[in-house]
T-cell receptor, first 116, second 114 residues
Framework: DAGVIQSPRHEVTEMGQEVTLRCKPISGHDYLFWYRQTMMRGLELLIYFNNNVPIDDSGMPEDRFSAKMPNASFSTLKIQPSEPRDSAVYFC??????????????FGPGTRLTVL | QKEVEQDPGPLSVPEGAIVSLNCTYSNSAFQYFMWYRQYSRKGPELLMYTYSSGNKEDGRFTAQVDKSSKYISLFIRDSQPSDSATYLCAMSPDGSSNTGKLIFGQGTTLQVKP
């Protein structure tokens, strides 16, 4: 398996622009997670899905952030409008409840977002 | 108080040293305990996981869980410069209490100097 795939790997945009981050989870996994990582705040969980249904979005910072999972193999995280404080590395991770290891999560390579 | 506490370091050791990384937690329902390793500019990758108490060994790495003290450790023997990374602990409950979400520590940054 190719692992979790994220695109783009790097994104530089100007304040006010819309940003869309994409994720393809590992085939067969039924959980998908979106995280944000900064030096100051570490790894923060933004939202997660189970079987394409959002379970907990309490980590989404504001209404400017939205996430969708239209099918089992694709998810998006959208920021509109973007602000400089959104600059961070955004990770997508997936897991499968049926394996051992307590729903061990597998991370993608991340999208490094810079908002100017 | 956070559910999982981890000293962010940084921790700097000479090559060949034994490294001890630790996390404490407050939720007695946690049964699965994991260690992730994150190299600079990469995503976290699973290093080891253990279930309930006890030790688990994998090469130079040993994961230890002490549920009575709510304390987990990762030991690295004969540390190498290639071990330089951030190490994050993570944990979750078992059974019906498991929502699929992992609770992560803040991560400890380790530097192994040649």
């Amino acid at each position: 398996d190719a692992g979790v795939i994220q695109s783009p790997r790097h994104e530089v945009t100007e304040m006010g622009q819309e940003v869309t981050l994409r994720c393809k989870p590992i085939s067969g996994h039924d959980y998908l997670f979106w995280y944000r990582q900064t030096m100051m705040r570490g790894l923060e969980l933004l939202i997660y899905f189970n079987n394409n249904v959002p379970i907990d979005d309490s980590g989404m910072p504001e209404d400017r952030f939205s996430a969708k999972m239209p099918n089992a193999s694709f998810s998006t995280l959208k920021i509109q409008p973007s602000e400089p404080r959104d600059s961070a590395v955004y990770f997508c991770a997936s897991s499968f409840a049926g394996t051992s290891g307590g729903y061990t999560q597998y991370f993608g390579p991340g999208t490094r977002l810079t908002v100017l | 108080q956070k559910e999982v506490e981890q000293d962010p370091g940084p921790l700097s050791v000479p090559e060949g040293a034994i490294v001890s990384l630790n996390c404490t937690y407050s939720n007695s329902a946690f049964q699965y305990f994991m260690w992730y390793r994150q190299y600079s500019r990469k995503g976290p990758e699973l290093l080891m996981y253990t279930y309930s108490s006890g030790n688990k060994e994998d090469g130079r790495f040993t994961a230890q869980v002490d549920k009575s003290s709510k304390y987990i450790s990762l030991f690295i023997r004969d540390s190498q410069p290639s071990d330089s990374a951030t190490y994050l602990c993570a944990m979750s409950p078992d059974g019906s209490s498991n929502t699929g979400k992992l609770i992560f520590g803040q991560g400890t940054t380790l530097q192994v100097k040649p």
